[in-house]
């Protein structure tokens, strides 16, 4: 493979059960970008952020990031799951939260320490949340708890960031807070990967973009993909949205 590609998915197959739920899927996404991936509900998007993650075992196929495979390829990895998958009456606060992702860089042999302390006082800053940072993530509106979650993956580091949905459920502010971290990673030269439902801001927010409806549709620079072409082959029948007059505008 290409040293330079950040991940690289090669014939991946993804089933719950008997049922394929993601087939033939190959990609390759460069460092320094910020990658949509698009399509209809139950297209197999989170599905294929889990496998990237190692939550979900292929049943075949190969996924390769910054040049290596399984565990190892992992640990340039950063995975933020959606909020709906979280425990939230779980008793921790939010600098608590925001401290896990530090312990991968945690080992037997080192406690955690002044690097630590910073890299987390760093993350809560980067997402304005020190202020809150004793509050018990239960007490948090859906905006902060999204905050935070970006907080632990900016703590935790890496090369590759999954986001399944960072953008469900926040206000204007917290996703205007959130793209501009994201596009902080992009310019430091890491890789992005965000799964998103707003058609309307898809030109706006990716370089790249990844449309996706059991298969790969279409992949490549957004202002090449974003087509009303490859978006009605995309939705199929499910084209309401895609109607909508400003979303037409944004693909004109
Ligand atoms: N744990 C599971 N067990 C069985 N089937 C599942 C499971 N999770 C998802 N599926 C099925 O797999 C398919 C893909 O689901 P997935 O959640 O990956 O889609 P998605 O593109 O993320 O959808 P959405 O936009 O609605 O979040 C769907 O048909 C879904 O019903």
Not at 87 to 101: L, M, Y
Not at 153 to 164: P, S
Request: aromatic fraction near 6%.
């Amino acid at each position: 493979m290409s040293s330079e590609d950040a991940l690289r998915i090669q014939n991946l197959n993804l089933s719950y059960g008997t049922e394929r739920v993601v087939e033939n899927v190959n990609l390759r996404l460069k460092p320094g970008s910020l990658v949509g991936i698009v399509g209809p509900n139950g297209a197999g998007k989170s599905t294929l952020i889990k496998a990237i993650a190692g939550a979900k075992e292929p049943d075949s196929g190969t996924i390769v990031i910054c040049g290596e495979k399984g565990r190892l390829g992992r640990k340039s990895l950063t995975y933020v799951p959606q909020r709906g998958e979280v425990d939230w009456d779980f008793p921790i606060t939010a600098e608590e939260v925001v401290r896990q992702g530090r312990f991968a860089h945690v080992g037997l042999l080192r406690r955690f320490g002044g690097e630590d302390n910073a890299a987390v006082a760093n993350a809560l800053n980067a997402v304005a949340m020190t202020e809150l940072r004793h509050r018990q993530i239960g007490e948090l509106s859906g905006g902060q708890q999204q905050r935070v979650f970006l907080a632990r993956a900016l703590a935790q580091g890496g090369e590759v960031f999954l986001m399944d949905e960072p953008f469900a459920g926040v206000d204007a502010a917290t996703e205007k807070a959130i793209v501009e971290v994201l596009r902080a990673l992009r310019d430091a030269g890491k890789t992005v990967v965000v799964v998103h439902h707003d058609l309307v801001t898809v030109s706006d927010y990716f370089d790249d973009l990844v449309l996706l409806n059991r298969t790969i549709i279409a992949q490549g620079p957004t202002a090449e993909v974003f087509t009303p072409e490859n978006m009605r082959e995309t939705y199929g029948g499910n084209l309401a949205i895609f109607e909508r007059r400003d979303v037409i505008a944004a693909v004109e």
